[in-house]
């Protein structure tokens, strides 16, 4: 029994180590990979007038549209399907904070393939 607990104790740990921060990107010209079949940061901050490379980077098609459709790499790229390498590259003129998901393995809940993007005034 005490090594049982002893045991959950290290894998909870093991959890809380791991830092929010890694899913976290920041800056001003910043690229996020859409890989089958997720965004490879959960959570990306630009300020206004910064610029995000929406890249393919599956075997899957994706896209970022932002959940009430505010933006989308859609409207860049010309359609909803990229495939590895195909690159859109949406600016951000207006400050906010977004859910963005693809529309093939995400939702605008933000489940799935989703994430958050700040566009920090
Ligand atoms: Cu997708």
């Known amino acids: ?20 921060n890694d899913d976290v990107l920041e800056g001003e010209h910043v690229t996020v990979l859409m890989f089958d079949n997720r965004f490879e940061y959960t959570e990306v901050r630009v300020p206004v007038g910064g ?51 693809c529309t093939f393995h995400g939702n605008a809940d933000g489940a799935g393939m989703a994430g958050k993007l700040i566009v920090e005034a």
Request: with cysteine; net charge negative; glycine share 14%.
């Open 51 to 101: 610029t995000v490379n929406w890249l393919g980077a599956g075997a899957n098609a994706h896209n970022a549209v932002e959940s009430d459709e505010e933006w989308s790499t859609e409207s860049v790229w010309g359609d909803l399907e990229q495939f590895d390498g195909d690159s859109a590259v949406v600016n951000y003129d207006k400050g906010g904070e977004y859910v963005f998901f």
């Open 1 to 20: 029994m005490a090594v049982g607990a002893v045991v959950v104790a290290l894998v909870l740990t093991g959890c809380g180590g791991e830092t929010a």
